[in-house]
């Protein structure tokens, strides 16, 4: 069995600042792609940033330069930092990780349950 438990959503307003972080837990033998999705109200999700176990990273378009993704192997976390967050940042973040569970030869999409962000005018 395996978890993501996210942590660090809020409100806030425009302009400032959040750390969202994501832990991965269970039976866990290796993580390969780590990443942030997000969904807004009527909307479809859409990937946020993802980053790989060898650090390689991408961004989409409209959080290049602002939000910041990173990931410490030894913990299994992932952690999103967002700066100058707008109002249209606002969704339900999820985290979502590659992981291959002990016992197992391929890789499984595992989600946490979403954490809210919300962004002030």
């Known amino acids: 069995q395996v978890h993501l438990v996210e942590s660090g959503g809020g409100l806030v307003q425009a302009g400032g600042s959040l750390r969202l972080s994501c832990a991965a837990s269970g039976s866990i033998f290796s993580i390969n792609t780590m990443g942030w999705y997000r969904q807004a109200p009527g909307k479809q999700r859409e990937l946020v940033a993802r980053i790989g176990s060898g650090g390689d990273i991408y961004y989409e378009v409209s959080v290049k330069g602002r939000f910041t993704i990173s990931r410490d192997n030894a913990k299994n976390t992932v952690d999103l930092q967002m700066n100058s967050l707008k109002p249209e940042d606002t969704a339900v973040y999820y985290c979502?990780?590659?992981?291959?569970?002990?016992?197992?030869?391929?890789?499984?999409?595992?989600w946490g349950q979403g954490t809210q962000v919300t962004v002030s005018s």
């Open positions: 979502k990780a590659k992981i291959s569970s002990i016992g197992l030869t391929w890789y499984q999409d595992f």
